[in-house]
Every structure is written in C-alpha cells, then in structure tokens.
C-alpha cells in the first residue's frame, strides 16, 4: 500500500513537472493578451511580507498545492511591516531581517514551476507602502488622508519620482518571478493628504486620478509582458467610478470575508465582465475576523467564491485564490485542513467539499481511518471556532477575547457577566482520541492540538476565576493558588508556543517580539500570549495585588 501510493506521488510529480513545461505555460510571462483557453487559477497565498517564514516551509505548501491540484501560490512580497525580498535596484527600502534573497526566491519559483505551481509575486503599489515610506529616504513620498484612518497610508501617486521607482521594483521582481501575472495590490489606501495630492484633486476627481495610476503601473507590467493584477475593494466598492476608467487587461481581485451568499459575488463579476475586464475570487481563510482557527461561515464564503468563480464557467473568470493574512495570527502547521477545503471546492465544487472535504484530508494527510469520532472532531472545531466582534456570526455564538494582560484588561474581562462554554476541551478529547490513528505528518496534528489549546486556555482563564471566587471560603490563599495556576498554564502554553514559532519562523523575529507596524496586536498569537503570560507571573508573585483586583470587581463578598 505505501509502496503503490509512493509510486502514484512520483508519477504525479512527474507528470506535473512536465505539465508545468508544455501544459501550463498560460500561467507563466506570455504577452499580456486571453487566449480565452488559460487553465483557470486555483491557488492559496502567503502573507510573506508580514512575517517571512522559512523556505522549508513555503516548498512544503507548494508541495501541498501539487498534491492537491492547486496550480498557484500567491507570494506576498511587501507590506507597512517591510520587503520579504532583498531588493537591489531601490536602496534603503525598509526590509525585513530574515527577508531573502534574489537568488532564494528565484529557486523556490523552480521549485514551484517543477511542481506545476506557479508563484504570483505581488509588491503593493498604493496602499500598503510603509516598506517604502517608511525608510528615511523615501519618507518625502507618503501621501495619507488627514480625514482617514492613520493605517494603511499611501504613497503620492502624483509625484514623478513614484513611477519610476516602482518600474525598478516591477523589474527586479518579474526577473525572479516568470508569472504571466503580476499583483500590485492597491486596496485600502488612505490618500490625499500631501501637497502634491491636493494640488492634483484641485483639477481632477478622485477615481480620475486613481484610474490614471494603475493604468501607468498597469503599463509598466505590460512592458514587462505581465497581466496587471489589482485588490477590488476601491475599484468595484468604495470608489466605482475608477473601474470604468481602467484599461480593461488589468484583472480585478475581487477580496470577501464575511459573505456566504453568492449572490454579491455574483454581481461583482457581472461588474467586471460587462466593463470588459477579467476577476479573480479571493476568499479568505484567517484574516482580520478570526483567531488562530477559521470558522464554518469561513467555509461558507470559500463555498461560494468557488461556484461563483469556478463552477459557473463565467469566462470573465480567471479563477480563485484563497487569501490567508499575517502568519503571526495562527499556528503555522495547523491550517491544512482549511486548505484542502479549499482544494476540493475549488476543483469538485462546494458540495463535494462540504461532503468529504475533511475526511479526505484526514485519510490523505494524516492517513487515518476516518470515522465519526474524527467527523464530530473537526465540525465541532469549525462550529466552536470563535470570532472577533459580533458573536452571532458562528454557530456557537463565540467573541474571540484578547488574553487580558494588563490590571485594566482583567478588571474589564471580570466584569462581563457572559460566561460562554468552552467547547475546546471537548474538541482536544476528540482529537486525543483520534490521536493513535494518525500515520502521517504527526507534527501537523501536533499544530491542530495546539492551536485547540489556546482556545482552550484562553477561554478557561477567564472562566475559571469567576467560577472560583464563586466557590466558599475564598480567602488569600486561594486568591494565591488560583493565580499560580494561571500563571504556570499560561507560561506551559507559552513554552509551547514558542516552540512551534521557532520550528518554522525565526525566533527573532519581529512579528513574534513586538507589534506589528501599524496594526493592533490584538491578533498577534505569540506575542499577545507572552504579555498575557508576563502578566499571570506578576501577579502570581504579588497575589494580595490579585485578591484586591477581585474584591475591587465585586467578585467577592
């Protein structure tokens, strides 16, 4: 049995490098024009520019992609946080400390052709700049919005030393990446506040401006013979006046995380197709709504750009890319599961995703026997996975809390009379019970398990201090003990945790130590934990100070 399935892997390889030669070749630099027989996408992306991880890790996804039929890996480049590439042809950009080089990235995208994925680079281009304004030396160039939100500032689209920097950067890229396609991002873009920008809105509208921008980046890629890829949300949402005034080969990346309907998929394509422009889906699997695990309204939005995007056969189409944002939210091992959803939907449709998804996982990843405990395993998880802000949205009516770590954060966290089940020891039992039956990629499992654990603990040390000073006698001495407790779980998961960052990203990593620039760190997995863990040890050294905190929270009486 392992013999023939060894054998059936290398075939596969085989014949998908070959496919990658003669059979793919839309996918990689051709002259920026549709054929209208392109193999359509099907892809997952890596948030690179927020936290490089290791190349090991990125040839065990496009390893993933091969095995199952995905035939791109959107590799994100550049960010506020820094470059995820050493540039040569701009100096002084703001890089990350474990960024790669040139040389690096070019064999992982042989690794990748060798495999039949494709790498679609993606440099933002907008909004998202901070890699560029950021830097002492390009600071003259950052445009921002005085009426916007102070995140996501852009660079001035008007001023004359922009373009030119940005076809260096375009060049240099496209001689690592062969893509057909390059991703200029340009989503979320706060902009108009320089004197440049003011002076140019004084003759002409926003959209014009916008519009005349990414048709001059959208030239630059055509000069390189790449298709032109932009984010939607300005283009078909906040500003649609933009997108008639777009050269039509620029492709409209169309970003959704919170619908399940198809239907406002369905119309945004409708959009582009009859503007005379092509789209790409892009579903999201972690993003901005959730914590370390997505849940089954996630697989809902996937369900639906997948028979949107795919099943409908729109020749406006080009295909779909499940988005994944910021690794420093989950663990990095214990997602697979969400992408081999993800792969099924994309290449049978959502009902056969729906239906044996994540049994095929479990009997293809982990080469389990699959049965009910393993299928009440994962529905439970997906149901149970909690949220951030409104509850309502998940089966179990979960809010994902930020691990209080400050005497202001425990005293607000006390004080919520909410006292939600924790479903997450009920799903670690499950998963330890499966546990013997797993027969491949065990430290995988091992990643699921823990992402299950800090759910788990997160929601037990809020839980378990309301329900003990429930509890008669309460007095110093068990304020003390119940604070040790938490003090050394929550320095155990730590340990945990940093090992796991440590196995596949770099242990200095900024991400890891520090927040994020421009963001807030509530969703910044380990480093929220270790503040979280910081906390618990002061006050377990200092456990009258703890004692007072639940007296002064009415807890006591």
């Known amino acids: 049995m392992t013999t023939g399935l060894t054998n059936r892997r290398e075939f596969l390889r ?3 490098s070959l496919a990658a030669m003669i059979g793919r070749r839309t996918l990689w630099a051709s002259p920026a024009t549709s054929t209208g027989n392109e193999e359509k996408i099907r892809g997952l992306m890596v948030d690179a520019a927020r936290v490089p991880e290791s190349l090991a890790f990125y040839r065990r996804i496009i ?4 095995d ?9 480049l550049t960010d506020d946080q820094g470059s995820a590439l050493r540039f040569s042809s701009v100096p002084n950009l703001v890089t990350h400390p474990h960024a790669f080089t040139p040389d690096e990235l070019h ?7 060798a495999r039949g994925v494709a790498l679609l680079p993606e440099v933002e281009a907008f909004g998202h700049t901070g890699y560029i304004t950021r830097s002492p030396a390009y600071a003259h160039l950052l445009d921002s919005d005085p009426r ?3 995140e996501f500032t852009g660079i001035i689209p008007v001023h004359p030393e922009t373009p030119q920097l940005f076809e260096r950067l375009f060049r240099e890229v496209s001689a690592i990446f062969p893509s057909k396609y390059l991703h200029g991002g340009c989503d979320e873009v706060n902009w108009g506040g320089s004197a440049l920008s003011r002076k140019a809105l004084q003759t002409r509208t926003r959209a014009d401006i916008w519009a005349a921008w990414l048709n001059q980046l959208n030239g630059v890629a055509q000069s390189l013979g790449r298709t032109f890829i932009v984010w939607a949300d300005y283009v078909l949402g906040k500003e649609p006046d933009i997108l008639p ?5 620029i492709v409209i990346m169309d970003w959704n995380y919170w619908d399940t309907d198809p239907v406002p998929f369905r119309k945004s394509l409708e959009r582009v197709r009859t503007n005379g422009s092509r789209g790409i889906g892009a579903p999201g699997l972690i993003s901005y709504r959730w914590g370390p695990r997505p849940g089954t309204p996630q697989l809902g939005n996937i369900d639906a750009f997948a028979d949107v995007y795919l099943a409908s056969g729109d020749p406006a189409s080009l295909g779909v890319i499940l988005t994944n944002w910021v690794p420093s939210r989950y663990i990095q091992n214990s997602l697979w599961d969400g992408f081999a959803y993800a792969a099924v939907a994309f290449n049978r449709g959502a009902a056969a995703a729906r239906a044996s998804a994540f049994r095929s996982f479990g009997e293809r990843h982990f080469g389990a026997q699959w049965n009910q405990t393993w299928n009440e395993a994962f529905t439970l998880l997906y149901d149970a996975a909690p949220i951030f802000g409104n509850e309502k949205a998940t089966p179990l009516g979960l809010r994902l809390p930020v691990p209080f770590s400050t005497e202001a954060e425990l005293t607000a966290a006390l004080a919520d009379r909410t006292h939600p089940a924790n479903p997450f020891p009920h799903v670690r039992e499950l998963l330890l019970a499966v546990q013997p039956s797993v027969n491949r990629n065990l430290t995988d499992f091992e990643a699921l398990l823990l992402s299950v654990r800090y759910l788990e603990t997160l929601f037990w040390r809020r839980s378990v201090i309301k329900d003990s000073a429930a509890a008669k006698p309460f007095d110093t001495e068990a304020a003390r003990n119940l604070i040790q407790n938490i003090a050394d779980r929550d320095r155990s998961l730590l340990d945990a945790l940093n090992r796991d960052w440590e196995s596949g990203r770099p242990a200095d990593s900024p991400a890891k130590l520090a927040p994020l620039y421009g963001m807030e760190p509530k969703d910044q997995l380990v480093f929220q934990w270790s503040r979280a863990a910081a906390f618990s040890a002061e006050l377990a050294a200092h456990p009258g100070r703890f004692y007072a905190l639940l007296h002064s929270a009415g807890l006591l009486r």
Do not use: I, P, T
């Open 14 to 16: 085989a014949a998908s």
């Open 63 to 66: 390893d993933f992609c091969s």
């Open 68 to 76: 199952w039929e995905l035939n791109m890996l959107q590799f994100r």
């Open 107 to 113: 064999k992982l995208v042989e690794y990748g052709s």
């Open 148 to 150: 916007g939100s102070a």
């Open 245 to 249: 005034r777009l050269e039509k080969s």
